[in-house]
């Protein structure tokens, strides 16, 4: 295997949220972590802002003035710009059947603002999002790695079969190389370093 460092980037957060205290909670603590946030208080302003802005995730409350975070949801699933964003919903309301919705129409993942801190959704973040957000300041965390897994190694044709690759590390998609991604858990405590790893295709970004 052949690990190289990936360039970081500053990833655009979308924060579609109608109350001033979380809106500004969670900007504070993204800024910090040295992402570009964009702010949105109303559903319609929150669907122009995704559309105009392409962020590259959204933060999505449910109870929004004019236009509710499901109808937001569907509007950006149904546009080819933004059918792949990453989308979070944050809601207070725990309900089932809003929860249910929410992951059909294509949310990535439904967080309760109440049993979550802004840490844990800057770790969520980081989960979805293939690059660091930390730019050339990445000294105090791992770096984000991209690892080549070459198929004369050992366990490389078992490990293809195990995450059921039609090829030896080849994307079902697009037939091109997948690579597996290390991605920095900066919740972890203690010595030596914890990464998230997922395997992601160099040409059309899928992730399996």
């Known amino acids: 295997m052949n690990p190289k460092i990936e360039n970081s980037k500053r990833s655009s957060i979308l ?6 205290m979380t809106l500004d909670l969670f900007r504070t603590k993204l800024e910090m972590e040295n992402y570009n946030v964009e702010l949105a208080s109303d559903g319609m302003i929150g669907l122009e802002k995704a559309l105009t802005t392409n962020p590259d995730l959204v933060l999505l409350d449910l109870m929004l003035p004019r236009l509710s975070g499901l109808e937001i949801l569907g509007e950006l699933r149904k546009n080819p710009k933004t059918i792949k964003t990453p989308i979070v919903i944050l809601s207070n309301w725990e309900d089932e059947e809003d929860i249910k919705k929410g992951l059909e129409l294509g949310a990535n993942d439904f967080l309760l603002k109440s049993h979550i801190t802004p840490k844990e959704v800057v770790r969520k973040i980081k989960q979805l999002l293939p690059t660091s957000s930390a730019g050339d300041e990445v000294l105090s965390i791992p770096a ?58 160099s040409n059309c970004s899928e992730v399996f």
């Open 15 to 20: 924060i579609i949220e109608d109350h001033p």
């Open 144 to 201: 984000h790695y991209h690892v080549n897994i070459q198929t004369t190694e050992a366990d490389a044709s078992q490990l293809a079969k195990d995450f059921e690759f039609n090829d030896v590390f080849s994307c079902p998609k697009c037939s091109n190389t997948i690579t597996l991604d290390l991605l920095p858990d900066d919740a972890f405590i203690g010595r030596g370093h914890r990464f998230f790893a997922r395997f992601v295709c």
